[in-house]
């Protein structure tokens, strides 16, 4: 089940759960989409994919027991290991590489 971070792994803004500018990688990495967009130029800096709209889970349950309020998201906050330069110079370097090659 999606983990639903609070915060930008980078820039650590406040990503509420119905959030549309929180963006994940297929291994629910969490960015906004500014950081997404200007730093990491899309590409994630911990496995190198690409990243998507973070889906909204539901408040309200159509199906008895799934909503946000009987799978609450994550309050642990995570943090990236590496600096902005870093990031920079990682995401140039995955540009540079096909698609079908990542």
Do not use: W
């Not at 980078?10 to 969490?30: F, V």
């Not at 998507?52 to 290991?81: C, D, F, W, Y």
Request: proline residues 8%; contains cysteine; glycine residues 4%.
């Amino acid at each position: 089940m999606l983990e639903i971070r609070p915060n930008c792994e980078c820039c650590d803004k406040d990503l509420a759960p119905d959030s549309t500018e929180a963006m994940i990688c297929t291994y629910e990495c969490t960015f906004c989409v500014t950081c997404v967009n200007e730093i990491l130029k899309n590409v994630c800096p911990n496995c190198g994919g690409g990243f998507v709209s973070r889906p909204i889970r539901p408040k309200m349950a159509r199906r008895t027991g799934l909503s946000i309020n009987h799978q609450p998201p994550s309050i642990e906050r995570v943090h990236t290991k590496y600096s902005i330069e870093e990031l920079k110079e990682f995401s140039a370097k995955a540009k540079h590489i096909k698609p079908e090659d990542r």
